[in-house]
């Protein structure tokens, strides 16, 4: 059984319009699971209602086996961060990480302990009597984790709480958050609408568009082995191209051979549409021995991207991008043909 367990969950805010339907989702303990997904996909409705912030309409919310579906949200021992971290400005660090232990009713030397336990974990120790207007945008959101975590909670819910920070601070803190979610083994769930930092600290992310979860899975599959097109775009892939379905290889171990107007593919898994990332397009050079999975186009455009050239090209498949390296160049109006390998072709 799941440590947190989210079934069958419906979120309609107008009655009608459903905001989550039917939404699952199990999250083992200790892990750091991402939502992930553009605005208005459900991540932060998810969030909520798990919080106890937002009622939903229908589904149950289980945490170690206990129906929490009705329980207040001052009953769930949660910390919750926001993107705007909601300090109070007129109490100094270490009052604002004391507050929830206060309202808990505390002993004050056991409050004392705990802040400072809490202070040493975010390395917050020497700015204790400061007020949030002293701090730094990075100091202020750990002092948001810090006020969410003294209270030891069940659960960590963090709702894009890096979006307000400048992009070399936010790979910093993503860091910091990792370290700190790891060191205390706290169950986790961050909502983030970008890619690069919910991969690089997640154990698993939901991929989440119009209130469902297209795909749950570890980072390194998601990136990889997207299930859907709309997976398969959010993450980055930029090329779709209609495959026909021709034979099922049985004797080539299950495999199932498709082709593209003729030429014949060889994709990892069934389906409808065959994707490929940019730089996992080959550009031939006139004298390759390569004579299979081949698509011939004109160069419309190239740009640079530092350690790369990319080709938008016109085919007979519509516009597909490749990327090509510095040694070979190729001019708008070229003629050149892209090798597809049957390894970093995905079906979706």
């Known amino acids: 059984m799941s440590y947190l367990e989210l079934k069958n969950i419906d979120v309609a805010y107008d009655g009608r319009h459903k905001v989550l339907d039917n939404l699952q989702l199990n999250i083992e303990e200790g892990q750091l699971v991402s939502l992930l997904g553009p605005s208005g996909c459900g991540k932060t409705t998810t969030l909520r209602v798990v919080g106890g912030l937002l009622e939903a309409n229908a589904g149950q919310i289980l945490l170690g086996g206990k129906d929490y579906t009705n329980i207040p949200i001052h009953k769930r021992n949660f ?7 909601a300090l109070f400005p007129h109490m100094t660090v270490e009052d604002n990480v004391a507050f929830g232990l206060k309202m808990r009713g505390d002993k004050k030397a056991e409050i004392g302990r705990k802040v400072a336990e809490i202070l040493a974990t975010v390395d917050l120790t020497d700015l204790g009597k400061r007020y949030p207007k ?27 709480p890096l979006s307000n920070l400048d992009a070399k601070l936010r790979l910093k803190m993503r860091v910091e958050i990792r370290e700190i979610q790891q060191k205390l083994g706290i169950t986790t769930i961050f ?13 698993r992310v939901a991929v989440m568009n119009g209130g469902i979860i297209e795909q749950y899975d570890s980072p390194e599959n998601i990136y990889s082995y997207p299930a859907t097109e709309f997976v398969a775009r959010f993450v980055g892939y930029e090329n779709f191209l209609p495959l026909e379905r021709t034979a099922r290889g049985l004797a080539s171990g299950g495999s199932i051979d498709f082709k593209i107007d003729g030429s014949r593919l060889i994709p990892e898994r069934e389906g409808l ?4 990332r940019p730089e996992d397009m080959v550009i031939l050079t006139p004298d390759s021995p390569i004579d299979h999975n081949i698509i011939e186009g004109q160069v419309e455009v190239r740009t640079y991207l530092g350690k790369s050239y990319q080709y938008k090209v016109s085919t007979a498949f519509g516009d597909l991008v490749a990327n090509g390296s ?13 090798h597809l390998p049957e390894n970093r072709l995905i079906v979706v």
């Open 79 to 85: 910390g919750i961060v926001f993107q705007s971290y």
């Open 134 to 160: 002293e701090l730094s945008g990075g100091q202020r959101q750990r002092v948001a984790l810090a006020r969410a975590l003294v209270v030891r909670p069940k659960l960590l819910l963090l709702d894009e």
């Open 191 to 203: 909502v983030t609408h970008d890619q690069e930092e919910c991969f690089s600290i997640s154990d």
């Open 273 to 276: 549409k065959g994707t490929i």
């Open 326 to 338: 510095s040694q070979r160049l190729y001019a708008a109006g070229e003629k050149i043909r892209l």
